[in-house]
């Protein structure tokens, strides 16, 4: 999927004979995003600028972009949206992801989209990973921790959900480097040749409830539609104190949904 993706912005995909299934049997379009394009331009310098660089990372390199397509989620996405929003409160705590607002430039969004977005709290989250999951992830997309059979889950602090940051050294953390080790990956899960990898998911979080510590939660409070680890306010496990970087997680399939993928370093 990815030599094919980088290879896409030279190859007409309709002449490739209709046997030849570039995918290998992954439900997905993987579009390749110059980064000379509008979109691209957007999504580097949108990408570079949402970090407070707690973790005192290198400058952010991106290398490559990719649109990624699943099969029918976006109807499913959709339907959630459309659901979240006929919950919204009237008055709500308005937390909202760092650096939203610098969303509502996206370029791939019509005016009505944006709206919707803003109205049903929907962000670009990062999702750091291994190099060697990326494939998996696209094929089965992000798969809760209480889905996942005879897998050792680490770092949930916040119960079976699946996380998301709105700062990409956060999620940096979490995907394997060409560099050596990571902090949360170590130095398993890199492919050779390739630079690190991180994906940005549209992410419905509707009403977030502020978590006040680390908790097993398994969805979020009544009235909440995800749970936001707040840095400098929500107390972590033992003796680390606050968190240093916000977190946010959802428990419910359908309510995000993959968008982008870059291929990135910081090393």
């Given at each position: 999927?990815?030599?094919?993706?980088?290879k896409s912005n030279t190859?007409?995909?309709?002449?490739?004979?209709?046997?030849?299934?570039?995918?290998?049997?992954?439900?997905?379009?993987?579009?390749?995003?110059?980064?000379?394009?509008?979109?691209?331009?957007?999504?580097?310098?949108?990408w570079k600028g949402s970090?407070?660089?707690?973790?005192?990372?290198?400058?952010?390199?991106?290398?490559?972009?990719?649109?990624?397509?699943?099969?029918?989620?976006?109807?499913?996405?959709?339907?959630?949206?459309?659901?979240?929003?006929?919950?919204?409160?009237?008055?709500?705590?308005?937390?909202?992801?760092?650096?939203?607002?610098?969303?509502?430039?996206?370029?791939?969004?019509?005016?009505?989209?944006?709206?919707?977005?803003?109205?049903?709290?929907?962000?670009?989250?990062?999702?750091?990973?291994?190099?060697?999951?990326?494939?998996?992830i696209i094929r089965e997309?992000?798969?809760?921790?209480?889905?996942?059979?005879?897998?050792?889950?680490?770092?949930?602090?916040?119960?079976?959900?699946?996380?998301?940051?709105?700062?990409?050294?956060?999620?940096?953390?979490?995907?394997?480097?060409?560099?050596?080790?990571?902090?949360?990956?170590?130095?398993?899960?890199?492919?050779?040749?390739?630079?690190?990898?991180?994906?940005?998911?549209?992410?419905?979080?509707?009403?977030?409830?502020?978590?006040?510590?680390?908790?097993?939660?398994?969805?979020?409070?009544?009235?909440?539609?995800?749970?936001?680890?707040?840095?400098?306010?929500?107390?972590?496990?033992?003796?680390?104190?606050?968190?240093?970087?916000?977190?946010?997680?959802?428990?419910?399939?359908?309510?995000?949904?993959?968008?982008?993928?870059?291929?990135?370093?910081?090393?």
């Amino acid at each position: 999927a990815f030599e094919t993706a980088l290879k896409s912005n030279t190859i007409n995909i309709e002449d490739v004979d209709d046997g030849d299934d570039v995918m290998q049997g992954i439900p997905a379009d993987l579009e390749y995003i110059p980064l000379t394009s509008e979109l691209g331009k957007f999504l580097v310098n949108w990408w570079k600028g949402s970090t407070r660089n707690k973790h005192g990372h290198g400058e952010l390199k991106i290398f490559n972009l990719w649109k990624v397509s699943r099969h029918g989620d976006d109807k499913i996405f959709d339907a959630s949206l459309d659901s979240t929003l006929a919950e919204m409160p009237n008055k709500w705590n308005n937390e909202r992801p760092m650096f939203i607002e610098r969303q509502k430039e996206r370029p791939d969004h019509t005016a009505q989209e944006r709206k919707k977005f803003w109205d049903g709290n929907v962000f670009l989250g990062f999702h750091g990973t291994r190099a060697v999951n990326v494939p998996g992830i696209i094929r089965e997309n992000l798969r809760f921790p209480n889905q996942l059979v005879g897998v050792v889950i680490t770092g949930a602090m916040f119960g079976p959900g699946s996380y998301f940051a709105d700062d990409w050294g956060k999620s940096a953390n979490y995907c394997s480097t060409g560099g050596g080790s990571s902090l949360y990956a170590g130095s398993s899960g890199h492919v050779s040749g390739r630079k690190s990898f991180m994906f940005a998911c549209d992410v419905i979080l509707g009403n977030p409830h502020v978590a006040k510590d680390a908790h097993g939660f398994t969805e979020p409070p009544k009235g909440n539609h995800c749970v936001f680890g707040k840095a400098g306010h929500t107390a972590s496990w033992g003796s680390y104190g606050g968190l240093m970087n916000n977190e946010w997680i959802i428990y419910r399939k359908g309510r995000q949904r993959l968008r982008y993928l870059a291929e990135l370093a910081w090393y």
